[in-house]
T-cell receptor, first 117, second 113 residues
Framework: QQQVKQSPQSLIVQKGGISIINCAYE??????FPWYQQFPGKGPALLIA?????SEKKEGRFTISFNKSAKQFSLHIMDSQPGDSATYFC????????????????FGRGTQLTVWP | DGGITQSPKYLFRKEGQNVTLSCEQN?????MYWYRQDPGQGLRLIYY???????QKGDIAEGYSVSREKKESFPLTVTSAQKNPTAFYLC????????????FGPGTRLTVL
């Protein structure tokens, strides 16, 4: 059962455009929502993350929008550049609570973004 | 430089052979993880370890084994029982008590011939 559902699977955007990737989850215990960026042949790297006490977080051209009631969050890449072409993964996790073990990450299936020059 | 190293980068094996993938970190992180990545499947958790000499199965542990004898090392053995082992394998680590920000190694691509 996929804990985090991600769409679209692939995305093609023109240089300067806005890239939008969406994720949805069901488990309301999740309280940490990171996005990872992966270039071909490399390991993923943390791009930006949000906690549910805020509705938006911005770092440079990258913004996470979070809708707690809808259990959805999205990544917006403004002024998309060819160098942004990569695979993006959303994920969710919950803080370790009493009696539980590791706050493992549950990943979406990824979105392959291509930005045309 | 602090980070995670995985070796080798490419690995070939014949069917029926066991193979061990190396993962070392010098970040002083308590937790370590192994993921398998296949096209369109995202990152699937194989095993994870919170402390030395302790580890738990993830979602797809069948056909794999791990050990955690040292804090900085978490090798993964792909056994002959794994039916479809050809994949990209990623190791990661995180600070135990954090919000689980994970740092990934560069990966090992395993091909079964």
């Amino acid at each position: 059962q996929q804990q985090v559902k991600q769409s679209p699977q692939s995305l093609i955007v023109q240089k300067g455009g806005i890239s939008i990737i969406n994720c949805a989850y069901e488990n309301t215990a999740f309280d940490y929502f990171p996005w990872y960026q992966q270039f071909p042949g490399k390991g993923p790297a943390l791009l930006i993350a949000i906690r549910p006490d805020v509705s938006e977080k911005k770092e440079g051209r990258f913004t996470i929008s979070f809708n707690k009631s809808a259990k959805q969050f999205s990544l917006h890449i403004m002024d998309s550049q060819p160098g942004d072409s990569a695979t993006y993964f959303c994920a969710a996790s919950m803080l370790k609570t009493r009696g539980s073990t590791l706050g493992r990450l549950y990943f979406g299936r990824g979105t392959q973004l291509t930005v045309w020059p | 430089d602090g980070g995670i190293t995985q070796s080798p980068k490419y690995l070939f094996r014949k069917e029926g052979q066991n193979v061990t993938l190396s993962c070392e970190q010098n970040l002083n992180h308590d937790a370590m993880y192994w993921y398998r990545q296949d096209p369109g499947q995202g990152l699937r958790l194989i095993y994870y370890s919170q402390i030395v000499n302790d580890f738990q199965k993830g979602d797809i542990a069948e056909g794999y084994s791990v050990s955690r004898e040292k804090k900085e090392s978490f090798p993964l053995t792909v056994t002959s029982a794994q039916k479809n082992p050809t994949a990209f394998y990623l190791c990661a680590s995180s600070i135990y008590h954090s919000y689980n920000e994970q740092f990934f190694g560069p990966g090992t691509r395993l091909t079964v011939l």
